[in-house]
């Protein structure tokens, strides 16, 4: 089952208000911007100068000259159209929860040139996003589903075997093809004269483990391309060397060129980082095959973030430990590197405190890379640590921003910071734990960091978030129980839900 819901007002702005009703909605008028469009949910008020509120379910009035025709609300599930344009306060746009009773989580979200979001994560049971229902072949599948810039689903894929499966991070390319990350569970073929089925993405199964590892499962980590119909182009998977220590997808990103890297770690059965392994990029070319893979020599190396510049060169940020080898997390580090376009290392930074316990050290989370190159990262400092531009405090999450070749511009305090995305114009967005550790909030900066606006959002936890050309934000993650993203509430099924949301820039 899904549930939908529409934005509030945006800001404030001229137009006429437009007619109501769940069939069409009516015609803005006036020069400056469209009036309010027809109820699917409440739209929006027109913006500013520019573009009108996008009505109930459907668009509303455009830009100069007249508003445009509201959209058809009505009918379960429907979606309410797009809030205003106005003033820059982050109002919501929409909203939609999807699940049944398990555990259904949204993990991974990117926006094509168009405005269609890609959204991946991780369902069991059955759960219908509004193309029909997908039912999971035992334990978690993943799915993969494409939505517009209203919220309307387009299509829905899921893939799974009897085992868990889960879906991960997303990116689109120029072209308007998707890239899937996630992991699946690979059997040594040695514990059974028929080995059971792996996971199949459209190309034929992923390898298995390993034979006589002496493990029965694994959890390697893959990556597909498909087209903008959801259609298979290729896909890799890669099972671990050392069975004990099973890789793990950090994030994924494409380049100009099509070109792909994925950021991994290795993680033992128990959970402990690789001592040995540490985490990796592989970079791919736009078919596929593997380019160059560098190790990250970060001791343990933990999840971290890649982008690539405008270049073609790959920054990455990552934190490690340096003792779980000895059963301790501890001396932990933030680090920022670059490769260039071969993988050749360009520089490398640690930022480190000087308490090697597990009480003291850095993570760093995120990372972005704006028009001039410079960096954008997010992380958090359990002890005073300077990043070059002075000593931040203890127990503080922060952004830092670094010229092309790694030098401080700044490093600034930034409450709850985690997973950061840059605007069109260099503002950062951001999404964080919200109030009191409660729910999420959403936040947007200026690109020295100075807060322009913030929302909160209690009962649900945001995990990804991604930023359309024209500055809209979009973000994923799950809800437990009851959560009103700003277009009414929305109640889960289940233990958690599926939720998508869109935001005004």
């Given at each position: ?14 137009g ?8 069409e ?7 400056g ?23 109930g ?11 445009g025709e ?20 982050g ?24 405005g ?23 334990g ?39 890239l899937?990350?996630?992991s ?14 792996t ?8 390898p298995?483990a390993?034979?006589?590892s002496?493990i ?9 391309k ?38 991994y ?63 301790c997390?501890?001396d ?25 316990t ?5 993570s760093?989370?995120?990372v ?50 985690k997973?950061l ?7 950062i ?9 409660q ?18 959002f ?22 437990t ?25």
């Amino acid at each position: 089952m899904s549930s939908v819901s529409s934005g509030g007002d945006g800001g404030e702005g001229g137009g006429a208000e437009g007619g109501h009703g769940g069939g069409e909605g009516g015609h803005g008028g006036g020069e400056g911007g469209g009036g309010e469009g027809g109820r699917g949910g409440e739209g929006g008020r027109g913006g500013g100068e520019g573009g009108g509120g996008e009505g109930g379910g459907g668009e509303g009035g455009g830009g100069e000259g007249g508003g445009g025709e509201g959209g058809h609300g009505g009918g379960e599930g429907g979606h309410g159209g797009e809030g205003g344009h106005g003033e820059t306060t982050g109002a919501p746009r929409w909203s939609a929860r999807f699940g049944a009773a398990g555990n259904d989580v949204g993990y991974g979200v990117a926006v094509d040139a168009s405005g269609n979001l890609y959204v991946a994560g991780w369902f069991t049971g059955t759960v219908d996003f509004g193309a029909g229902p997908l039912v999971s072949a035992g334990g978690e599948d993943i799915f993969l589903v494409k939505l517009d810039r209203l919220g309307n689903v387009i299509w829905s894929k899921r893939f799974g075997t009897d085992t868990d499966e889960r879906g991960g991070a997303v990116a689109v390319d120029a072209a308007g093809d998707v890239l899937l990350t996630g992991s699946y569970v690979a059997r040594d073929p040695s514990f059974s004269d028929t080995p059971p089925a792996t996971l199949d993405l459209g190309g034929g199964q992923l390898p298995h483990a390993p034979a006589l590892s002496f493990i029965e499962n694994t959890e390697p980590l893959f990556v597909a391309k498909l087209d903008g119909d959801g259609e298979h182009l290729w896909s890799r998977g890669y099972p671990p060397v050392d069975v004990a220590w099973e890789p793990q997808t950090y994030d994924v990103a494409v380049d100009a060129a099509g070109n792909v890297a994925i950021l991994y770690g290795s993680l033992h059965s128990s959970g402990h980082p690789s001592p040995e392994g540490n985490s990796a990029v592989k970079v791919l070319d736009p078919s596929g095959n593997q380019l160059w893979e560098a190790q990250n020599d970060l001791g343990d190396g933990i999840e971290g973030s890649v982008e690539f510049d405008s270049a073609g060169h790959l920054v990455v940020v990552a934190w490690r430990h340096d003792g779980y080898s000895s059963g301790c997390p501890c001396d932990k580090a933030i680090v920022v590197k670059k490769h260039d376009g071969d993988g050749a290392l360009l520089w490398s930074k640690i930022f480190e405190g000087e308490d090697i316990t597990m009480l003291g050290g850095g993570s760093a989370s995120s990372v972005a890379i704006d028009a001039s190159d410079n960096i954008l990262f997010s992380g958090y400092v359990a002890e005073a640590i300077d990043l070059g531009g002075g000593p931040l405090p203890p127990g503080s999450t922060f952004v830092a921003k670094l010229t092309p070749a790694g030098e401080n511009l700044w490093s600034r305090v930034a409450p709850h910071a985690k997973r950061l995305a840059l605007d069109p114009g260099g503002n950062i967005v951001e999404i964080s734990e919200g109030a009191a550790g409660q729910g999420f909030r959403l936040t947007k900066l200026d690109p020295d960091a100075a807060e322009l606006w913030s929302q909160d959002f209690a009962g649900a936890f945001a995990r990804h978030l991604t930023i359309h050309r024209d500055g809209w934000i979009a973000v994923t993650g799950q809800l437990t129980g009851t959560a009103d993203l700003g277009g009414g509430p929305l109640v889960s099924a289940g233990a958690t839900d599926i939720f998508i949301a869109a935001f005004d820039p």
